[in-house]
Nanobody, 124 residues
Framework: QVQLVESGGGLVQAGGSLRLSCAASGRTFSSYALGWFRQAPGKEREFVAAISWSGGTTYYADSVKGRFTISRDNAKNTVYLQMNSLKPEDTAVYYC?????????????????WGQGTQVTVSS
C-alpha cells in the first residue's frame, strides 16, 4: 500500500511561488503515474497536473499551463509541483495522487492512492 503526504503549502501573495512536495511511505511508486488535484471550498476536485512513471509525459490543466510544473524523483519516491505566478483563484487544498499504471491521466477516478492535502492560499 502507498501512503502519500503533501507538504509545502502556505500563504503567498499573488504573483509569488510555492513548491509542493508529495512523499510516499510504504511501497515505492517507481512504476506509478502521479498527479496533482485541487479542491476549493464548495467546489469539485479538479485536475491540475499529471506525470507518467518515467516523467516523459506530462499533462496540465489549461488554467495552470505555463505557470505550474510537475516533476518526480523516483529514487526519493517524491513528486513535486512547482507553482509560479500564483493567482488568488489558485487557492485550494492540493492533493497528490498515485495510480498503479505507467500512464499519466487527468481523470481522478483512475487514481488508486491519495494524500491528505496541503492548503495553498494566495492573497491579492
Amino acid at each position: 500500500q502507498v501512503q502519500l503526504v503533501e507538504s509545502g503549502g502556505g500563504l503567498v501573495q499573488a504573483g509569488g511561488s510555492l513548491r509542493l512536495s508529495c512523499a510516499a511511505s510504504g511501497r515505492t511508486f517507481s512504476s506509478y503515474a502521479l498527479g496533482w488535484f485541487r479542491q476549493a471550498p464548495g467546489k469539485e476536485r479538479e485536475f491540475v497536473a499529471a506525470i507518467s512513471w518515467s516523467g516523459g509525459t506530462t499533462y496540465y490543466a489549461d488554467s495552470v499551463k505555463g505557470r505550474f510544473t510537475i516533476s518526480r524523483d523516483n529514487a526519493k519516491n517524491t513528486v513535486y509541483l512547482q507553482m509560479n505566478s500564483l493567482k488568488p483563484e489558485d487557492t485550494a487544498v492540493y492533493y497528490c495522487a498515485a495510480r498503479e499504471n505507467y500512464s499519466a491521466s487527468y481523470y481522478a477516478r483512475r487514481y488508486d492512492y491519495w494524500g491528505q492535502g496541503t492548503q495553498v492560499t494566495v492573497s491579492s
